[in-house]
């Protein structure tokens, strides 16, 4: 099993470890198949073009799959993700690298519960923002 | 086709208000947990790897956050015919309540939470909120999803 994480060793400011993507056409016909969202824009690059997009372009919520990724293999086998949110404002394209990230933002105790507030994106090769979100988690505490 | 430059009225925001899509159920099955996990990339052994996940604090296979997507329930209906051609996902909030696992029976239900119109870049803009609820077959609410649409 992963390394566990425990509460007390969290700080805010603290960077998750950055998690890094390479999605491919296949990656993105794998995910159709498994997610049941058959949108011809992440397969079929003559539709989408014809849909005014330069590529065929990853799905939305593989992104946001990406993002519970870094976040769950951040927290450990005993964290529980609670709350996980994400916002599209850009499109990426398979065949170039996206790098997930994430970084502490509140660290508190609310109802018994140890609990960690996450800025989290994913960015392209540029450094742009496609996918901004957060997460929060409770951690074990020692 | 040209964009009108008001559309909902508040009468029209209220009769959308509330509406929900049938309800869909799928049953979980693990191989379905394994191939989402493979098909985003997710070594993690609590998705993958019963043996490990079994010795974990869940005792068995679980799925990855995002999986509820593949329960594939349909769109609330509006009430009235929509005027616009083209549609974006704005994206998404999840909220978790209880672990899914491998053998849980998920009912999901999407309901019209709000609705109101903007004027953007691109026109006339509908942007839509819709609150999927997913219950287990212990009427246990399992997740939240709420998620923005804009048709325009």
């Not at chain 1, 997610?35 to 079929?44: A, E, F, L, P």
């Not at chain 1, 997930?100 to 018994?112: A, L, M, S």
């Amino acid at each position: 099993m992963a390394d566990q994480v425990y509460w007390e060793d969290v700080h805010e400011g603290m960077a998750l470890p950055d998690l890094v993507k390479n999605p491919s056409t296949q990656q993105l016909v794998k995910y159709a198949g498994a997610s049941g969202d058959y949108y011809q824009i992440h397969y079929d690059q003559t539709y989408a073009r014809n849909n005014d997009l330069e590529d065929v372009i990853l799905h939305g919520a593989l992104k946001n799959a990406f993002l519970g990724h870094l976040v769950t293999k951040w927290m450990g086998p005993d964290g529980e993700l609670k709350r996980l949110v994400c916002q599209y404002r850009g499109m990426d394209i398979p065949g170039t690298p996206v790098i997930i990230k994430g970084v502490v933002t509140k660290k508190y105790q609310d109802k018994g519960a140890d609990l960690v507030d996450c800025e989290i994106w994913l960015e392209n090769e540029k450094g742009e923002r496609t996918t901004p979100g957060s997460a929060t988690v409770a951690l074990p505490s020692r | 086709m040209t964009t009108p430059a008001s559309f909902l009225t508040e009468e029209m925001r209220q009769q959308a208000i509330g509406q929900k899509s049938e309800p869909k159920t799928i049953d979980v099955e693990k191989g379905a947990i394994i191939k989402f996990a493979q098909a985003i990339e997710d070594d993690n052994p609590v998705f993958n790897d019963e043996k490990v996940a079994r010795e974990s604090r869940y005792g068995g296979l679980i799925a990855p956050p995002t999986f509820l997507r593949s329960v594939g329930v349909d769109r609330p209906a509006y009430p009235y015919d929509m005027p616009f051609n083209r549609l974006l996902d704005g994206g998404s909030d999840w909220e978790y309540f209880h672990p899914v696992r491998a053998g849980d029976r998920i009912t999901a239900v999407s309901e019209i939470a709000d609705i109101n119109e903007r004027t953007g870049r691109m026109g006339l803009m509908i942007i839509t909120t819709i609150v999927v609820t997913y219950r287990n077959q212990f009427d246990q609410v399992a997740a939240t999803q709420t998620s923005t649409s804009i048709r325009y």
